[in-house]
């Protein structure tokens, strides 16, 4: 963030919120634009039976992608075939031996769900919660609500990288939601009130290929703010954002600085669900094979006590 950024209290003023909308105890937002409805419709878009999980990797021999204050997780080994080398391994009787291992990991740290509180300013969280909820667990608006409904509905994908002719999207590019329009436009399909917008940049390509250097001056590509791309996803009554980078947005705005204005701007305030590093390759590949590029999407992360955020392996069915 540089010096002169504009507080996100002044610059999101006048933007659109749906505090109360869903009443005073909600803690899913958006998410309640997904019913029995969308769920039936979404069901309706299966047809070759192809199954996608969109999970990207925990555990990567390669490494694993995860934002700069965070690190990979770290999978340990508990139990093996050697520990029964040694006289004192537990005996059970039959003979039985079996693997047991534990990961340490960041609650963000690898494809995840976004509670709907894991950001805020000016002291307040979606629907207004007092951001004093958070000190040592998020007492509102924890993940858990999402992980206890789960998230299903007709998903779009949105393919940037091929749409704009490239590999992968570079360091700081931005795009908008009319680019989101002309791209949807030019793969032919629709985009619809209550979509679940799933959008393709593979940025992440480059955490593999550049190293360390990947950290370097930060900044993912991704949606960049304005107040006509905040009302678009709050007209289109967009549930949930689902991205193949580290935190679905430019991470800082080129024009003004802001870090992670659209966290601000559509979760907590419009109650938009984030979903983010999923892994889109496979998927995008038969997209832009068979030319069909709306998508039956189901996702619950894992239920978390008090989590700001946890694992999930979306499944995307054709
Ligand atoms: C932050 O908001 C800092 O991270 P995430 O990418 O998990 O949303």
Known sequence: MTDTAPDLTDLLKDAPSNWGKWGPDDEVGSLNYLGAEQVIAA??????GKVFPIQRLIGDPKGDPVWPSRKAAVRTQLLDESTWDSDDAPAFPGGLHYADDKIEAFLQGSTQYDALGHVWYDGKL???YDARTTVGGMDKASVRPIADRGVVGRA???????????DNLESAETYTHEDLIACAEKQGVELRKRDIIIIRTNYLALFFTLGDAFYED???PGLQYSPELVQWFADMEIPNLVTDTIANEVTTDPDNGVALTLHNALMRNLG???TEIVDLEALAADCAEDGVYELFYAAAPLKVDRGSGSPV??????
């Open 43 to 48: 069901a309706g878009l299966i047809r070759s």
């Open 156 to 166: 779009v994908l949105l393919d940037m990288a091929r749409y704009l002719g490239k």
């Open 313 to 318: 392996n979306p499944i995307v069915i054709k």
């Open 126 to 128: 979606w629907n207004g």
């Open 272 to 274: 938009i669900a984030f």
């Open 218 to 220: 930060f900044c993912e």
